[in-house]
């Protein structure tokens, strides 16, 4: 199941990038703020619940997702590795995890098992005091 994510649904902001720049560090703003409400969204509902679950510090206790893009200096390139980054989150959510089923051990794998911790118990015996 793959959910795409609608642009209109998600909100830019501009904010001014950190660490070092130049001349034009104070007054360009090319970093963004992307904000994406999970609740609000067209994702479907077994996505949107997989998406809140997560224990991730991206999302708000509101279920907004809050990604900062800052590692260009083009805002437009920002937007799009912003854009990609929420899109690769969405799709970790959407591939629904395999459910495990418990075996039982074979019998002959339990044996093996006695068997060594019987060998071990013997050898660790034989490590007591040499009495003369």
Known sequence: MSATIDPGEVEFSAIRAQGPGGQNVNKVSCAVHLRFDVGASSLPDPIKERLLALSDQRITQAGVVVLKAQQSRSLEQNKEDALR????????????????????????????????????????????????
């Open 85 to 132: 980054r929420l899109q690769e989150l969405v799709d970790s959510v959407a591939v629904l995890p395999t459910v495990r089923r418990a075996t039982r051990p074979t019998r002959s794998s339990q044996r093996k098992r006695l068997d060594s911790k019987t060998r071990s118990g013997q050898t660790k015996a034989m490590r007591g005091k040499v009495s003369e």
